[in-house]
Every structure is written in C-alpha cells, then in structure tokens.
C-alpha cells in the first residue's frame, strides 16, 4: 500500500470544520489538496480535475449545505468518473447520502466538530487507509500507539543524495533529510517499496548499483560526483552496522552472520533506525542525524559472547564490550534492555541461564577510511567520518558502517542477540554465526579485479563468493543451528519460528552440515562493504 494523497471537499459554508481537518493532515504529514492551495486567476476546473485524477481518495465534508452545492457535486461525479473512491465525512448528524452514494457507503462521522489527531488517524486505520508497512512522516510520533508491532522507523528520503569527492581525494555521501513525508515502519513496508520501484526495473538497478559501487572503489576517473535520484528510487535512512575484525585463536577473522531471508547469504550485523525503547521520537531522531548511535546500538543488541559453548541447564557469564577510543554510553543504555529481554528469552526458551559476570573485551573504533558521511537537516550539518559507505538499490538501502577490533578467548563463544517481534510475541531469531578467516576474505573481495557477480536470483540476488576449502577459512558456532533443528522437530514453536524453521530445515540446515556445501554467498550490502575494506591501507595489517 502506498502513503495516500487526499483531494479535500467542501461547501465554503463549512470552511472552519476544513480548515481544521487541513490543519490536522497537514501536522500527520500526509499529502492532500484543497481549493485554496490554487493560485489567483488560474483555471479552476482544469486544476480541480487534474488534482482528483492524481488523488488516491476524494474526501467529502458534508454538512446540510453540501445538498445542492454545485462545486461539490461536481468533484464527486468527477471522482466517480475517474473510479477515485470518495470517502464522505459527516459533520452533523441525520444527513441522507442517498442522493450520492448507495446506501452501503463507508463514511466516518465527526459531528460537533470532533475532528482531532487520533479520531482521524484511527479514521485512517480502521478504514484500512494508512498502514501495511507505510506511514506519512507526522504520523511517527504516535504510531507505537496505533502499530504497537512495528520496530522499524526509517525515513523515505526525499532529496537525491550525492557521491562526490572532496579537495583532499576523499569520497563524501551527502543525505538531504529535508522535505521527508513518508516512513517505512516494518520489513513489509519496505517490501512493498521494493514491490513498486525494484522489481519492474531490476536489471536497470543492478547495472547502477555497479557504477556507483565503482565510483566509491575509485575506478571511476571520469566524474568528481554522482547523482542518485530519488524521486523512482526511494532510499531507506537509516540503516547501517559493525565490520568487526577480530582474533580467536592467534588468527584474524570477521564475525557475520547467515541470513535466511532473500537476498540470503553472510551477513554484517546491520539494522534500521527505531522506535521502540524510552524517550521514542528523541532516540529516533538522535538515529537519523547521527547514525553511529544507530551503528554501535545494533552491535551490542546482536553480538553475544559467552565465556564457554552453551549447554542446557547451565550458567554462563557474558561478557561486556568496553569501549576504549569511543563515545558508547548513550547506545549502551539503550542496549542494556534489549540485552535483558535475549536473557531472558534464553533462559526461557533455552534453558541458558546468563549473567554479566564475564570478563570484559576490550574494543578498538578503527580509522583510516577514505569516505566521509555528512547529513542536512534544517541548515544543519553533522559529519561522520572514517565510514564505509556500501549502497544497495536492490534493497533501496544506503549501509553506514563502521570497524572495530577487539579480542575474544580460545573458548569464548558467539551467539545471534537478534530478537523478532510477532503479535507481541518475542522470539529468538537464533541466525547462524560464523567467523571467516581474514585469508580467505582477502582472497575473495581484495584486489583491484574483484567484480560484483550476482546469483541468478530473479528477484532477490545474492553476491557470489568462493567456496570455502576447509576450517582456516571458516569456523562455524553451530549451536543455535542445532536448536533450530531441535525446535523444529519437536514442533515447540513459538510465535512465527515455525514458518523461518521449516523454511531452513527444507533449505539449508543440510549444507551446513558439511563444511564443503556450506553456502559461501553473501548479501550485496556485505559484500560491498568488504570490498570496500580492502581496498584501504588498513587491511593490509591483518595476516
């Protein structure tokens, strides 16, 4: 479903009630047209029809001064005319709609002028209006209300976001917050958004998602800057997660994750701005003008470490990230609750009982990377600096991330944190965790050569890696992979689990039984940004 775009009617006799609801559609951020938005002199009917042909619904304040107004009977037969479905608003009461509509017509009633925000957005809800994944930007600060399921709060961008390179040869991306009317709140919303401007244009997408990986690896030599429109391709902010580099037992490697779900293949720990947590539309907002909230905040949420292998009816001592060159308290605290809920869902669920008494890890902010991030908002500038930058239009998805080091034990052992929410149902997602040896990712994204091969994946294609040879390129914590299967097999779902583990015992769990099938593809996003990395002096640290 798309945001809608409303055509206001109205009998003059009734402008105060219309210039309320203009007044309340207009704080929700949703866009409409009234009489009044026209210029002096311009033609009124040619404008009046152009704009009911652009509206996704016509809505009618009717009062008994509408009954022989000749301006709205005309918007409604031109309505009715265009198939644009004409929702009627009653503002008194014993009104007959008979000389309009069928006596089944849906309308909503406001009489005494009890136009407020929440009548109207419940209005839109009940109505089946707004929603299914998709909201105008004003209706944010009171959708956990309304869509107390949804996570997700991710603004559609409005203004074109620019790639450039500055006098010190450096690459900066610029993302204009300003003008923003719509927001994706869910997984769905942004399939939607992929349904409409992805998959009619997919094969042209995937042809610029390679220039434009191109220009931020400096192959290309011809342009300084480039332009990536959206107004036909949407992008999502924000999004964006950890590139960890980290040593286990005397080798270098990268913690990613498997993801289940199309594109499929290893993944960097990335996620999207939320709502969810205390003190909602600050903590938002803080996400989109300064990402590396975001950033560090998804990290510690999905990234467990425990001092041994889990085992059932056992305790076990997590350990804490300390972080020594970096600004991490803010995200810490905001952490520190989702990090209770996965305890105690493990407790729950798999029979881990977890504590905090694990010896700290100590975390290192890498720097040393050529692309800067800048964000305007409101004549406001904030930069990011030391980022790779890796852009997915296939997902409508800018990535912003970030790299760290930090040193784990011979025993410690990594656990998915990642939690789903379901019709107030929390799950475990339990995905794959695996660390891949800084060899064999040297040798599959370094070198100037390196090319983006995509799998032939109609409509969600994944970046095609090489095969994994043996254990010095992969070292794999199969434990929640085990609790998949065991779940699944004993039927115990809960929430949706049985739907994501059918889907993976059909489809995976036997590759991963043998290191040689192991799937050795990867999400676009994480491959970018791996290229990305090692092509900067840094990579060449780690042997």
């Excluded at 450096?170 to 204009?176: D, G, L, R, S």
Aim: net charge negative.
């Amino acid at each position: 479903m798309e945001n809608p775009h409303f055509f206001i009617s109205y009998n003059h006799a009734d402008r105060d009630a219309a210039m309320h609801l203009e007044n309340i559609i207009t704080k929700l951020g949703i866009s409409f047209f009234m009489d009044n938005q026209m210029r002096y002199n311009e033609n009124f009917i040619q404008r009046i029809e152009k704009e009911i042909k652009k509206s996704t619904y016509v809505m009618v304040l009717f009062s008994k001064k509408v009954l022989n107004a000749t301006w709205v009977n005309f918007e409604i037969n031109e309505a009715k005319k265009n198939n644009i479905p004409v929702i009627p608003i009653l503002l008194e009461r014993d009104i007959s709609l008979k000389p309009f509509f069928d006596e089944n017509v849906n309308y909503f009633s406001f009489y005494e002028n009890q136009i407020s925000v929440n009548n109207f957005i419940n209005m839109l809800i009940d109505h089946g209006l707004v929603g299914d994944g998709l909201l105008p930007i004003g209706m944010i600060q009171n959708y956990n209300n309304y869509f107390p399921n949804e996570q997700i709060a991710v603004e559609l961008l409005a203004n074109d976001v620019k790639l450039r390179k500055n006098t010190n040869d450096e690459f900066e991306i610029v993302i204009n917050r300003n003008n923003v009317k719509n927001a994706a709140i869910s997984n769905r919303g942004k399939n939607n958004l992929c349904s409409k401007y992805v998959n009619p244009k997919r094969a042209d997408l995937i042809e610029k998602d390679i220039i434009y990986h191109e220009f931020l690896m400096g192959k290309d030599k011809k342009n300084e800057y480039i332009i990536i429109p959206t107004e036909n391709i949407p992008l999502r902010w924000c999004s964006g997660g950890i590139l960890s580099i980290v040593k286990f037992k005397e080798k270098w490697w990268v913690p990613l994750f498997f993801r289940d779900i199309k594109p499929d293949g290893w993944n960097l720990s990335l996620g999207a701005s939320e709502r969810r947590r205390h003190d909602l539309n600050e903590n938002w907002e803080t996400e989109l003008s300064d990402p590396w909230k975001l950033i560090i905040r998804e990290f510690l949420e999905e990234t467990l470490i425990l001092s041994k292998k889990p085992k059932c009816c056992d305790d076990f001592q997590v350990r804490q990230f300390v972080f020594e060159n970096m600004d991490a308290q803010e995200s810490i605290r905001m952490a520190s609750e989702f990090a209770q809920d996965h305890k105690n869902l493990r407790q729950q669920c798999d029979h881990l009982s977890l504590n905090d008494a694990g010896k700290p890890i100590y975390v290192r902010l890498k720097t040393g990377f050529d692309m800067n991030l800048i964000i305007e908002k409101d004549g406001i500038k904030n930069t990011l600096h030391d980022v790779i930058i890796s852009i997915n239009l296939l997902e409508l998805g800018i990535e912003i991330i970030k790299v760290i080091e930090f040193k784990i034990g011979n025993e410690d052992y990594m656990l998915d944190g990642e939690i789903l929410e379901d019709e107030g149902t929390e799950e475990l997602v339990r995905m794959p965790f695996a660390l891949l040896s800084f060899s064999y990712l040297r040798d599959t994204f370094g070198g100037e050569d390196f090319q983006l091969q995509y799998t032939d994946d109609i409509k969600q294609p994944s970046i095609i890696g090489k095969p994994f040879k043996n254990e010095n390129d992969i070292y794999l914590f199969d434990w929640d992979i085990d609790r998949r299967m065991q779940i699944h097999e004993s039927r115990n779902y809960r929430g949706i689990e049985e739907k994501r583990y059918t889907t993976w015992a059909e489809n995976y769990d036997s590759m991963f039984r043998n290191l040689h099938t192991i799937p050795s593809r990867f999400t676009p996003a994480t491959a970018k940004a791996l290229n990305l990395f090692f092509k900067t002096p840094l990579s060449n640290l780690y042997k």
